[in-house]
């Protein structure tokens, strides 16, 4: 399905008007930013990118799109025939899926024809207000787990099948190692895993011939669901009855899984059991309703897991389900020059960064691997060996800085040109050691759960006074 309709009608309207009103090639420039990291963090990784750069490198509307629009009997024929001829003709330029992004920094930023990026707003932020969302969540899930692999299994709960698909990338690229959703890893290229359902356990007269119906079809393959009558009592001793035969027919047993009560006390003992009866290396997966702050209770509770199944809590962000980014106009081009263009608002902090930004990310001359702050930056200024800037974060008192000796690096790219030239990574695993390079570059204490310390974000002096200048004019002062 094309979604070139997936659009709020009242941009159709405004696209419409401009088409009726203005020249019909002036181009302008919307960034995509958010005020508010979820569950209180303090940065979002970005993603999405890949799906919206093939969206608009391959933007058209079908005849049939068209005669839907022309039976709304709200757009002139003028426009609907410009619509038959749309194709793209915008640039964009983002941060690469898997940066650690921080409030108010632009993360994409797109140029082309008034009316064709109006249009874009509504699918963009679609797209990349859910993914960056999951991403930062599975980013959560699998810090939690410190290096034990998780696997994503939120398919049959994620708000609808887009949701389970993007979703489940969006979830490698946060850290998860696979995904039980089977068309999101044949898509993305990613491992399918799965155990078994208490379904298969109840389909045989009792625990132990269901467990040794499965290891004889996947003997290399046993992870058993040892929960369905009684963990202690029946699932563990029946899956090590069926490991020792496996053990005897040169087949090691995978290891079992656990979905329902003290999932602590029962790793334990199961732990000990299997260890008793010879099986140290048989792995306990966890899953039931499990999220970052329970997987860091278990494992401070000393539970001996080895793996996690991850489903609702992290296919729907249940914790904070909204990422509330923004797409916002930054210039505007009036007879062949470019405006910068600004939102006032009452609440200094959703005034907008006017004009064609760019945002580097300072690293310690010193110690390059290490980020010390932010700086968003007109894109025209020359990044010297000083900078003076003022804090993003409006509440900050002592706001102002001379920042030196740093490694600055440019973090927007260009990614679409109208010729449909794309760079773009699309594999997630590669995101995904991307955003693990660019977090280890962060100091720790932005990375903690609760509370995290805020990373440094300041604009340039020019920027503010721009921005100041256009307050300024607009309020008459
Ligand atoms: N030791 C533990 N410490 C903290 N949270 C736990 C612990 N064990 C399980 N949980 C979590 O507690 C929540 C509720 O568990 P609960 O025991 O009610 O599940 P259950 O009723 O046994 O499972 P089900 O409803 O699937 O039968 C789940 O999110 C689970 O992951
Ligand atoms: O709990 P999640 O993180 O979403 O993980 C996925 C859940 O999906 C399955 O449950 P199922 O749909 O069979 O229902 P259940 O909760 O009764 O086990 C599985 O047994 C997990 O519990
Ligand atoms: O494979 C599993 O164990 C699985 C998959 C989806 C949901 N719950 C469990």
């Not at 999220?291 to 401070?300: R, V, W, Y």
């Not at 609760?450 to 340039?460: G, I, R």
Request: charged share 20%; hydrophobic share 40%.
């Amino acid at each position: 399905m094309n979604h070139e309709l997936l659009t709020d009608m009242y941009e159709f309207s405004m696209a419409n008007g401009y088409y009726l009103t203005l020249s019909h090639d002036k181009q302008a420039r919307f960034d995509v930013f958010y005020r508010k990291a979820p569950d209180d963090g303090s940065f979002v990784i970005s993603a999405g990118l890949k799906q919206v750069v093939d969206e608009v490198k391959n933007w058209h509307f079908s005849p049939d799109d068209i005669a839907y629009l022309k039976s709304l009997k709200h757009f002139s024929d003028d426009f609907l025939f410009y619509l038959t001829e749309a194709h793209n003709r915008c640039s964009i330029e983002a941060l690469p899926e898997g940066t650690p992004v921080f409030p108010q920094e632009p993360f994409l930023s797109i140029t082309g024809p008034l009316m064709d990026v109006q249009l874009l707003e509504t699918l963009i932020l679609n797209i990349i207000n859910h993914q960056s969302l999951i991403a930062t969540k599975a980013w959560q899930i699998t810090s939690a787990a410190d290096n034990r692999p998780v696997m994503e299994f939120g398919a049959r709960r994620a708000q609808g099948p887009d949701a389970a698909i993007y979703g489940a990338r969006a979830a490698i690229i946060g850290g998860c190692g696979s995904t039980s959703n089977v068309l999101a890893a044949k898509l993305f290229n990613v491992p399918a895993v799965g155990t078994m359902a208490h379904a298969w356990i109840e389909s045989f007269p009792d625990e132990l011939t269901a467990f040794r119906a499965w290891a004889k079809i996947y003997p290399d393959n046993a992870a058993l669901l040892v929960d369905t009558y009684d963990v202690l009592q029946s699932g563990v001793p029946n899956a090590i009855k069926v490991f020792k035969e496996l053990r005897a027919a040169g087949h090691e047993p995978v290891g079992i899984r656990i979905d329902s009560g003290d999932i602590a006390q029962l790793a334990k003992q199961a732990r000990k059991m299997m260890d008793d009866a010879g099986f140290p290396d048989a792995k306990i997966t966890a899953s039931n309703a499990l999220d970052a702050h329970i997987i860091k209770s278990l494992l401070n509770q000393g539970a001996p897991l080895d793996n996690f199944g991850i489903g609702e809590r992290l296919i729907t962000s249940s914790s904070s389900p909204v990422l509330s980014g923004v797409y916002k106009m930054a210039a505007l081009e009036n007879k062949g020059k470019w405006e910068p263009k600004i939102k006032i608002s009452n609440s200094r902090e959703k005034v907008t960064l006017p004009g064609h930004k760019q945002v580097y990310r300072l690293y310690d001359k010193h110690d390059p691997q290490h980020a010390v702050a932010d700086v968003i930056a007109l894109a025209d200024e020359q990044i010297g060996s000083k900078i003076t800037a003022i804090s993003a974060d409006v509440h900050v008192t002592r706001n102002k800085v001379i920042l030196t000796d740093f490694i600055a690096k440019p973090l927007l790219q260009q990614v679409l040109t109208p010729d449909k030239t794309a760079t773009c990574e699309a594999n997630p695993f590669v995101i995904q050691r991307f955003a693990k390079k660019n977090l280890a570059q962060l100091p720790a204490a932005t990375q903690r759960l609760l509370n995290p310390d805020h990373f440094p974000v300041y604009l340039t002096k020019r920027l503010v006074d721009l921005q100041q200048k256009l307050i300024d004019e607009a309020t008459n002062m």
